[in-house]
């Protein structure tokens, strides 16, 4: 669950290029919620996904997560609530580190880290039956170092390693973006299989409108910092890709489209 | 010549232990750690002082590991929380330290506030207890040195090997491999690196105190150039064993430090060299390793593509009597 209310944040801060990333938003997840946001280049997407980890600091308002006020809480405190997966399919995971040694690491994620040892016979069998799910085979590649995999198969460990030990919530930056349709598909339906079996609350960004649509039981467009349009649960079944078009052409007057909107239909 | 040889893998051995914290830093850590310069002197300050002043040698070696940590944790919160860079840092606690070694040492002394060296000529240290030990039980001097070494370096391999598999060691190795991640996995780096660079100066000053029992002096000087020998023989041991586990490289990197001293035997005995050129072979030993794997896969690399080229040369030619 979270609570995202009057949150503001801007760059480069009295100087003649300051920019408002984020202005006065706010935002409710019920536990289960999962919301897909879309938006041009610096809608401020990532700037808000930033500001929930704790990667950057808001200049206002106040973020909640599991009731649990973590504004003043550093990345990496904040992070025993959350699961996250980046776009870049190399930030996820450690490359030195075998499968089974990043599946420890992030098994410790919501708890203290103790003096011994990170393997065990029981954790390894825990290890194995979540990979089965993945179906990429990483089940008989335990002791396989990471950086040997390739990117498609170590996003696909970065979204097990993320909801692994079931976040209050998920967030997901473009996390498909990086990779081939093929491996996209892939990492998409594996999202969907994931957010679903553990019922996971869930914060999206997509450049992808289909995506937006097909994944997801909420949906919000985002410009300039602020949310503009947003889809209930009844109203984001009906939806599809040309209503959403026009929807931001209501919005944003005719001239949006010539806007660089980036969006892949 | 054999005397000179056994001395050099007892030395190997002993600086083994401070080649394993350099390779903490330097490899695991991704942090370039020049504090070893001063913690390394550290380590045998603290270790001479505390003998001459009549504490044990077991305590005195317990102690010098400790004030080594807290010169590394020193280094690490300067780099954390004060934000300067690492290497600034690690230069900066080290020329500190030398300071703060010539007051280890001074203490020793009642009117006078730093002291270079101290001797311990005269002194128990671990070795002449330990030498006075085994041979009563009958072991010869000659290999009792050796045997002691090779298994104090042996538990200390097998101690960080068992470290690096636990949960924190995990979280430190992921720390010098990708800071993103195990910050998002609740990893807290700042306090990581600060604890990997208080063990590996924990191990440097180790060595430092071993050293200097060894050598049955401590001096203020017995430092310079500490860090190129750790890379040097962190560097010699990857390029011969390879990277391929943490237990390998830790075996690896104790090797490489026996083979540096090897080769440093050998040097010397060269004619004109004097032991004040061993900075200058140092140099050239670091310079070395650092090129000519590189060069050698380069080389192979050509051969490889010459041979490739060749090949579909003549596959070309036969092509083209086929087609006339």
């Not at chain 2, 992921?174 to 991640?181: E, H, Y």
Request: overall charge positive; some cysteine; glycine content about 10%.
């Amino acid at each position: 669950m979270l609570t995202i209310r009057n949150l503001h944040k801007r760059f480069n801060e009295s100087s003649h290029d300051e920019k408002i990333a984020l202005h006065d938003l706010s935002l409710h997840l019920n536990d289960g919620d999962f919301v897909t946001i879309i938006g041009s280049n610096g809608a401020g997407k990532s700037t808000l996904l930033n500001c929930v980890s704790g990667t950057l600091q808001g200049d206002g308002g106040t973020i909640e997560i599991a009731r649990n006020q973590v504004d003043s809480l550093a990345e990496h405190a904040r992070a025993k609530w959350i699961g996250r997966v980046f776009q870049d399919p190399m930030a996820g995971t450690s490359p030195s580190l075998t499968i089974e040694e990043n599946l420890a690491v992030a098994h410790a994620r919501n708890r203290k880290r103790s003096w011994r040892f990170a393997t065990s016979k029981t954790k390894r069998d825990h290890f194995r039956a979540a990979l089965e799910v993945l179906h990429l085979n990483l089940e008989n590649r335990l002791t396989t170092k990471v950086g040997t995999l390739s990117g498609g198969e170590r996003q696909a460990l970065s979204l097990l390693m993320a909801t692994f030990t079931n976040p209050s919530l998920l967030l997901l930056d473009e996390h498909t973006a990086a990779l081939d349709p093929a491996r996209a598909e892939l990492i998409t339906q594996l999202t969907k299989q994931l957010v679903n079996d553990q019922q996971l609350t869930t914060l999206m960004v997509t450049h992808n409108m289909q995506q937006a649509i097909d994944l997801g039981n909420r949906l919000i467009m985002m410009d300039q910092g602020k949310i503009i349009y947003e889809a209930d649960a009844e109203t984001k079944k009906q939806l599809n890709v040309q209503h959403l078009l026009e929807e931001f052409k209501k919005i944003k007057g005719s001239h949006a489209l010539s806007d660089r909107m980036l969006l892949e239909v | 010549m054999v005397g000179a040889l056994i001395g050099a893998v007892e030395q190997g051995l002993i600086y083994g232990i401070m080649a394993l914290g350099v390779y903490l830093t330097f490899r695991v850590l991704d942090f370039p750690d020049l504090t070893v310069d001063g913690s390394f002197v550290t380590g045998a300050a603290t270790a001479a002082a505390m003998i001459v002043m009549g504490y044990s040698p077991v305590l005195a070696t317990l102690v010098a590991i400790v004030v080594g940590f807290v010169a590394g944790v020193g280094t690490g919160l300067l780099h954390t929380k004060g934000g300067i860079n690492p290497l600034l840092s690690g230069i900066l606690m080290m020329i500190a330290l030398y300071s703060i070694n010539l007051r280890i040492m001074g203490w020793t002394v009642e009117n006078a506030v730093g002291r270079p060296n101290i001797p311990l000529l005269q002194s128990e240290t671990l070795f002449s207890q330990y030498t006075a030990w085994a041979t009563s039980l009958g072991i010869p001097v000659e290999i009792s040195i050796i045997l002691f070494a090779a298994v104090g370096v042996t538990v200390v391999k097998l101690a960080l090997d068992a470290f690096l598999k636990t949960e924190v060691g995990l979280a430190l190795r992921a720390t010098g491999d990708n800071k993103r991640m195990i910050r998002s996995f609740s990893g807290n780096t700042s306090t990581l690196t600060i604890l990997g660079l208080g063990l590996s100066n924990g191990l440097v000053a180790l060595s430092g105190a071993l050293i200097a029992q060894y050598g049955k002096f401590a001096d203020v000087g017995m430092g310079i150039g500490m860090i190129v020998i750790g890379l040097a023989s962190v560097i010699i041991g990857e390029a011969l064993f390879g990277t391929k586990s943490i237990v390998r490289v830790t075996l690896a990197v104790v090797i490489g430090a026996v083979i540096y001293r090897l080769v440093l035997a050998f040097a010397l005995r060269i004619e004109f060299l004097d032991t004040g050129d061993m900075k200058l072979l140092t140099a050239a030993i670091v310079v070395l390793a650092l090129i000519v794997p590189g060069k050698l896969g380069e080389t192979k690399k050509r051969l490889a593509r010459k041979r490739l080229q060749s090949k579909s040369v003549t596959k070309g030619g036969t092509e083209l009597v086929n087609h006339s």
